[in-house]
């Protein structure tokens, strides 16, 4: 069987990515290769390898003879995609702290202002999409390609759980000034200061903007 293109397989991926931030997709919906297809105006084979790739980043579950569903992970799954997060992003900041500029800052904070005005247009995906961009600029920063992409896939897992379940309150995100507390530990070019705000913030993500209230907990599971 011929390789697939990799330009067509990103057009899928992106309208899967798409349609899980608009919430065409929800957690647990079926993603049928020909709709998808379709949609993308490709054959099946791109469809094929955007959600084996899919499925490597913890989005998509494949089960055989039913077909591609998005994931729909446990209480216990989610906190763990979390933890390690944590570590991940505590590593980033400690490892950038020690090559931050006033440059860096500024950049930076930019972000922190745009998704402070995102918010006060309640809109939820532009909010996330800038706090993306924020983690990305700062793994960066640290110049550790391997990390930035863990990282990346860490971060797309996270939001896409923050869509889903974050109830999006009214009042400025705890996130916007937990960002802001970021850079100014990096400013102080600390790597332990640095890196406990990262850790702090990404810990304050699960325990406090998630209502996981509705999700299933693995001991529930049969």
């Known amino acids: 069987m011929a390789n697939s293109d990799p330009s067509l397989d990103d057009r899928v991926y992106s309208y899967i990515l798409d349609g899980l931030t608009s919430r065409r997709f929800f957690p647990g919906s079926r993603l ?45 799954e989610i906190q763990k995609v979390f933890d390690l997060r944590c570590e991940l992003e505590a590593y980033v900041a400690g490892r950038a702290a020690g090559r931050f500029t006033k440059a860096d800052g500024r950049v930076l904070m930019k972000l922190v202002a745009t998704q402070t005005e995102e918010h006060s247009r309640q809109d939820r995906l532009a909010v996330l999409n800038v706090a993306f961009e924020f983690h990305m ?36 995100p705890m996130s916007v000034e937990e960002h802001a507390e970021i850079v100014r530990a990096l400013e102080g070019r600390d790597p332990l200061v640095a890196s406990e705000a990262a850790r702090r913030h990404a810990r304050s993500l699960f325990e406090h903007q998630l209502d996981l209230s509705h999700v299933r907990s693995s001991q529930q599971e049969v």
Do not use: W
């Open 137 to 172: 600029a700062v793994a960066r920063i640290a110049d550790h390609p391997l990390a930035e992409k863990f990282l990346r896939q860490m971060i797309i897992q996270c939001n896409l759980y923050q869509l889903f379940y974050d109830p999006f309150s009214h009042s400025p």
């Open 32 to 76: 049928n290769e020909e709709e998808c297809a379709s949609a993308c105006g490709v054959s099946r084979s791109p469809v094929r390898a955007a959600l084996l790739r899919l499925k490597e980043e913890g989005i998509v579950e494949i089960l055989p003879g039913r077909g591609a569903f998005v994931a729909h992970p446990t209480r216990e």
